[in-house]
DNA sequence: TAGATATAAATTGTATACAATATTGTGCGC
DNA sequence: GCGCACAATATTGTATACAATTTATATCTA
């Protein structure tokens, strides 16, 4: 499993940076939906008793983005179908307005700081590192709430963006995933021109080109359970 | 502390359950604000060990309506102003549309369980045990995100409303305590009848009079910390 | 060999023991 | 009596031990 270990046993863990280390592994697409979290495993990694792991599965579970099932442990999440529409419907209601009183509260520090949330994301595609983007494009989501001053927003709108990225990986559709970038880019200037109603507008329009640049209307997720990967194709998952 | 402990030593108590009942009595305003929450006195009221209430204590610490204190304990938590503000202003951008579109989906069957609940809201005013009504009337707005088969932005919903409880508890002014019940029947009918504009412009108004009849705008909450109390003035509200 | 069944191993659920921290109480000096 | 240091108590934080359950393995039968 590809973690965040800790490189050496002077670091102070807490429950949270543990969640936080897992959270950041399932959004930058490093645990695949349906991985299996095993606490042995996972005490093992951090240095830490199984109480503070299962503290922290119990913390991410309630952002449902673990599944725990009883007495079989803790999974990466799979968003069914009807849970990523209603992701992206919850979005498409909570961002745009928040968007709109972004850019009106937005102070030039604040366009500096998503200015260089973009910069950090194109460099990390351009490393090759779509994960890390795609993280990044959900903290500039993030970033967005924090200016409206809407804590509580941003605290759903967080919740939202990590599913978000759990549907991503498994229905992601089109192959450009550069598209967002652009779209990040009129914002920003929307914003930074405290123009509202523009920026709501396109915060709306970018939230459903995401929601329709899924494959949302036929296939169930890959890679499901055992089954059918042993009857023929890759990934090792399981069942909900 | 009121609170609903287990009838016979046979009640299987599980996290979900211990958290449930402390959830429902912070909500029927049975545990008020910044009541201490002690371990040893939940487990034994419980009868369970501090394992599970810690488990319980921390789900409702994710919903904002217990905060946890490292080193000092749980506390039900105490919404400040801005907290006050944000909560209703995000059920304000959540719960119009929702209404909206629970007056599309809504069967005849909904519309019945939606008066029942009225009904038992009633029963609980006329029987004076007003923190029950408001229990019931947080679940009517509940329903509605079920109608509206959004079960994400109901979740979401559910938590801003134990978090309106809690605000009601620290901010509530007015004596009428009636008012709900007359914008709630009126939204009932705007959903029987399938008028989804009518039902989301209920909603906004209804959601915009509650948040109205909040003292927001100067007293912070009373009876906070034992300073204040003793001295009978402004109180300091604790760090978060 | 396929299937079922019993047994063994591994994993999670829960309770308890101990350590760390905060709170309370006591005594001393002033 | 007041304030402060220090000890005693109580409460929370963390790790570990044991029980319950699931999963894997081996064995037996048709």
Redesign the pocket.
């Known amino acids: 499993m590809m973690l965040n270990s800790p490189t050496a046993d002077t670091t102070i863990v ?2 949270e940076s543990i969640a936080s280390a897992l959270s950041q592994a399932i959004h930058e697409h490093r645990l695949a939906p349906g991985t ?1 979290l ?3 495993e996972l005490s093992d990694i951090y240095r ?5 792991v ?1 503290a922290a599965l119990q913390s991410l579970s309630h952002q449902q983005i673990v599944e ?1 099932k ?5 999974f990466v999440a799979q968003p069914s179908l009807t849970e990523a529409h209603e992701v992206f419907e919850a979005r498409e209601l909570l961002e745009p307005r928040t968007a709109k009183s972004a850019a009106l509260n937005a102070t030039p520090e604040d366009i500096a700081l998503l200015n260089d949330h973009i910069t950090q994301e194109h460099a990390a595609l351009a490393a090759g590192d779509r994960g890390r983007a795609l993280y990044l494009s959900g903290l500039f989501h993030l970033e967005i709430a924090r200016i409206a001053k809407q804590q509580t927003i941003a605290d759903m709108i967080n919740v939202l963006i990590a599913r978000s990225s759990l549907i991503i990986a498994l229905y992601w559709r089109r192959e450009s995933a550069l598209c967002e970038s652009q779209a990040h880019h009129a914002l920003i200037k929307a914003i930074a021109d405290n123009n509202g109603a523009f920026a709501e507008e396109l915060m709306q329009s970018h939230l459903v080109d995401l929601h329709s640049a899924l494959n949302l209307h036929e296939l169930p997720p890959v890679g499901q359970n055992l089954k059918a990967m042993l009857l023929g194709a890759a990934p090792t998952q399981e069942t909900s």
């Open positions: 807490t429950t299996k095993g606490e042995d830490v008793s199984r109480t503070m299962r725990i009883r007495n079989r442990g803790a």
